[in-house]
């Protein structure tokens, strides 16, 4: 039954990081925070972003919420990816991330671990779960320090 | 018998269904879906087909011939609806374009005008979306106050707490027949009679009632009861409102436009008498038309026929269901006999995600629903996220729920060891 789409699409270490999460949790202190929505599945994504003094180095990104596999281990690779990014960097990779799961990129060496979610581009429906928290980011990113509304990728 | 029953039934309706004769990702399609919408059998689209092939006109508005066949297949297709749910009244069914645009209707037109500061209007936590929204917004702009009639320990409507909230300001009961997440019953011949007491009308939400089982609304003796014609085998956009006739005919109309007036003037009108003041613009004239013929397809097999097979299959399905301990299923157990609640079921696994579930089942062919159901706040009030549900009709069959079964437990099995 499973076959060989769907391990494409649950790769172990999508799995593992859906049980066991690195970034869970509230960065200390908090210098942005966003919160995410998916109106057609009801699924949240409360993030938190530490900079350095400068403003414009990310230091840390934790994340709370609840969502499908697809949606944590998303959320999880990328608030590891996140460490020591500018805000530049993060938003490219944000765009980066999006053709990805259009199937028509992919992220070079030094963040490879995040193209085990190129899986997910065969699944269309479930696009949207893997990019909740890369739009979160983004707008977390381009708010001021001001937490603002909730974004909706819809 | 049951067994001999149930193989008659789905085996003598499959044929009807072409689309269910197909594979996804090379496995036969199982469509547990049936709660969202239902499939479309070959009655329902010959009659489309018939329509556009032979009477195309616009309806009331032409002596030629096509469109003297328009009007009489459009307004045969009322009088087969009123024949189904046992109206009073031609004049008291109304063409919608679905559910939503009923309760809708009946908001603007009745609540609008009728409704005062402190009013109140008793909703329960299990609505739907569409029964929720529109009543929010007349409170809004009437200031009358919602109530909510909250769940039994077994899940179901808490009538004790329905009658707690009644008083003689209460002035609106909207409540959904059968629930679209929990599957249970409600009793709404009781409510309304709770309801009338103290002078309150009662709209019945009965997208999930109607394709299932006999509505007799004389019976019932609801004010109102609407429901949506795509999940009784009739295409998408056509759905219908009954009202009781001198409710109606009381009501000012909703929209304005062709089709509805009697008299137009530059700076005024007169309406048209019932149902067609509710009726404004062209209508979904061969949508209308397939629905007509897709009561007479259903009444043709037989309601209590259908309700009685759907009970068996759910009888089979909770059987089957009960061999993953993993599983929450919400709402009410049906009985021994598979009676008591509706042929569906919301549930979750373990920590395996509804979504992911679904993705994985889709990949064995099964279609089930995941997500809130547009029953936001009833899973709020459940502390579910999202849940999974596979809803049955009667063309579906115990082979098909065994195939979902094995994929269910597969499903958990692949996620499995994560949580254990
Ligand atoms: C109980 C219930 N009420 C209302 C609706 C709304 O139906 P529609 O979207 O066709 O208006 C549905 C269907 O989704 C339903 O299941």
């Keep these: 039954m499973t076959t060989g789409n769907l391990r494409d699409l649950y790769q172990q270490v999508i799995l593992e990081r859906y049980k066991k999460p690195k970034f869970r949790g509230v960065t200390a202190p908090v210098h942005r925070h966003q919160r995410g929505h998916n109106p057609s599945c009801g699924d949240t994504i409360e993030l938190t972003v530490q900079l350095d003094g400068t403003g414009d180095r990310i230091e840390e990104v934790r994340f709370e919420g609840e969502g499908c596999a697809i949606a944590m281990a998303s959320a999880d690779l990328m608030a590891e990816a996140m460490r020591g990014k500018t805000t530049a960097e993060a938003l490219d990779m944000v765009q980066r991330f999006q053709t990805m799961m259009q199937g028509k990129a992919e992220f070079s060496t030094e963040h490879r671990k995040l193209n085990v979610m190129q899986g997910v ?33 819809e | 018998m049951t067994i001999i029953q149930e193989k008659t039934l789905s085996a003598r309706t499959r044929p009807d269904f072409p689309i269910l004769n197909q594979t996804i990702h090379g496995q036969p399609l199982v469509y547990l879906d049936n709660a969202a919408t239902s499939q479309k059998p070959i009655a329902v689209l010959e009659a489309l087909r018939q329509y556009y092939e032979h009477d195309n006109a616009n309806v009331h508005r032409g002596v030629h011939t096509l469109s003297s066949r328009a009007t009489d297949a459009y307004e045969g297709a009322r009088d087969q609806v009123a024949a189904f749910v046992k109206a009073a009244s031609r004049q008291e069914i109304v063409f919608t374009r679905n559910a939503s645009e009923a309760i809708n209707l009946v908001a603007y037109s009745w609540a609008l005008s009728t409704l005062k ?102 019976e019932l003796d609801c004010d109102w009861l609407v429901a949506s014609g795509h999940k009784m085998c009739a295409p998408t956009g056509i759905g219908f409102l009954y009202g009781k006739l001198d409710l109606l005919r009381s009501q000012p109309p909703f929209m304005g436009g062709g089709e509805m007036i009697a008299d137009v003037f530059l700076d005024h009108s007169t309406y048209a008498d019932l149902p067609h003041k509710f009726e404004a613009g062209t209508p979904a004239i061969g949508e209308a038309i397939a629905l007509g013929a897709a009561v007479e397809y259903l009444s043709k097999i037989g309601m209590d026929q259908i309700h009685a097979y759907e009970e068996d299959l759910t009888r089979y399905l909770f059987r089957q269901l009960a061999t993953i301990p993993e599983l929450r299923i919400y709402g009410p157990k049906p009985n ?79 996620f499995g060891g994560l949580f254990g």
């Design chain 2, 117 to 218: 500061p402190g009013d109140e209007i008793v909703l329960s936590v299990m609505e739907h979306h569409s029964n929720l929204v529109p009543w929010q917004m007349m409170a809004q702009r009437t200031g009358a106050v919602l109530q909510h009639v909250e769940l039994t320990e077994t899940e179901e409507f808490d009538f004790e707490q329905f009658k707690s909230l009644l008083s003689e300001k209460t002035k609106l009961v909207a409540v959904v027949h059968v629930s679209n997440t929990l599957g249970c019953i409600n009793p709404v011949k009781e409510i309304c009679v709770e309801a009338h007491k103290v002078g309150a009308r009662v709209l019945i939400d009965a997208c999930q009632s109607v394709p299932h089982m006999a509505i007799d609304v004389q």
């Design chain 1, 121 to 153: 581009s065969q699944f269309p429906v479930r696009i949207k779960c893997a990019t909740l928290t890369w739009h979160t980011l983004k707008a977390a990113l381009e708010a001021s320090t001001q937490p603002t509304e909730f974004v909706s990728n």
């Design chain 2, 336 to 414: 021994a006999d598979g009676s008591g609640r509706a042929a569906l079921a919301s549930f979750t696994a373990g920590g395996v995600h509804p979504h992911d579930l679904s993705t994985i089942l889709d990949q064995a062919g099964v279609a089930i629903r995941a997500g809130h159901h547009c029953t936001q706040p009833l899973h709020r009030y459940l502390k579910a996220q999202s849940t999974a549900r596979a809803s049955l009709y009667f063309y579906n069959t115990r082979e098909e729920i065994d195939v979902f079964v094995a994929a269910l437990k597969d499903a958990i099995e692949f």
